[in-house]
């Protein structure tokens, strides 16, 4: 086990704890429920030992368990430290047991009673080795059976402070994989009324946090603005619906609070939507420039694996940022296409010179998918299901599959604060001054 496992605990957390704000507690349970309804594989796991709270963990915990091996080296031993963490392992372990399960939970208060042990040492006849026997055999009883080995190999451990250490390490799995029972036991039930809970939790944080939309305010005002200015009709559906694209062409600041949440996942939307739109305008200049010898399927979907491999690495920005490492990959592509003679050395450089085209933001066929694309998401938001947008035809799957992604985020999205956006475009289109909250 890393020296992550186990205390020490800081003697100020339940303060800490205490202290906080039940508008940050309610916080919390909202992101962990609305977590659990879009994410069906949600588990929690346990923190990351190379991060900074990792390191800076493993040096507190490393000091105190030197000091546990020094109390227990001395002669005659020091146990405080010891019972110390028997009576914290004795806690977790309560913890653990099911509530019904009343007959264990008196068992282990019976068995690894603090006091005992005090009179035990005091008397020279403490056992530590048997204290560590009840609780592995106790806690293979509790575990799952894919935690087994683990925990039997504590056994085998001669060490007292390694034992403890496993022990503590185990203990912390074996939690873990009751909160991830726990949530997985939890979705269904959740499922059924998401959005009438979550709704219910933002009214709530709404009502000590009057300035709660003032974001949400500035995004949907914004994208009234802009729609004006383009002279395009503005009605409750066609704002949030333009509202929400902006989410996946822009970075919108501040980030409104309705969407928090789901940014990330906002996000990831974007970045898989312009891989398909660079594909399929990566296919259509090829096919343009180069003629009839590549206006096949079977090449369409070469360039469009090549492409997606390289857009698949979350380091880059834009699909657009691979051209440079790209273009000598599509122009063997096509080499490979042409059998009937050799690609001349003009042609590959045209070649290099469309797409290099590709690398300007306003290039006019990656405008024209895109915009295809927002009208063609737009309009199944709307409860429209039309056809493929044309240029899309073999990224047709991967169109569909973000589409469903962005729809369903949209969707769930409107189902839970749908009440506030209305309030709020109800004072937009009617030309008041949004107010400081929404009632």
Partial sequence: MSDNSGPPKSPHSSDAMAAASSDLDEQSRLQLAHELCMNENLEMAMPDPNSIYGHVKQIVHRAFWDSVRAGLEKSPPDYEHSLRLIAEIKGILLDLVPSGAQRAKDQINEVMDIDLYKQQIENDSFNLQGVVKFVVELMLGLCAPARDPTIRSILSQSDPVEVFREVFGALDLMRLDLVNYQL???????????????????RNLLASNPAGLDKTKQWLGETERRMKAGNQP?????????AFIRLIQEEVDPIPETIAMDLSRFVTVARELSAVVFSAATILVLQTG??????????????RVTVYQLCSDELISHPRDILPNISEKLVDIVRET??????????CQNIRGMLSGLQSPSNPVYCLLWERAKQFFTSLCSGVVGPVPAGFSVCATDLQGVASKYTHLVSYNRGVFGPFYADIISEITSNQQPSSSTS
Avoid at 186 to 196: E, G, K, T, Y
Avoid at 234 to 242: D, E, F, I, Q, R
């Fill in 184 to 202: 997985r036991s939890l979705r269904p039930a959740l499922l059924a009324n998401s959005v009438q809970y979550e709704q219910d939790k933002f």
């Fill in 234 to 242: 503005v009605s409750p559906s066609t704002l949030l619906n333009s």
């Fill in 290 to 303: 180069v003629g009839p010898t590549v206006q096949h399927d079977s090449f369409a979907n070469k360039v």
């Fill in 338 to 347: 042409i059998t009937s003679r050799p690609l001349r050395d003009e042609e």
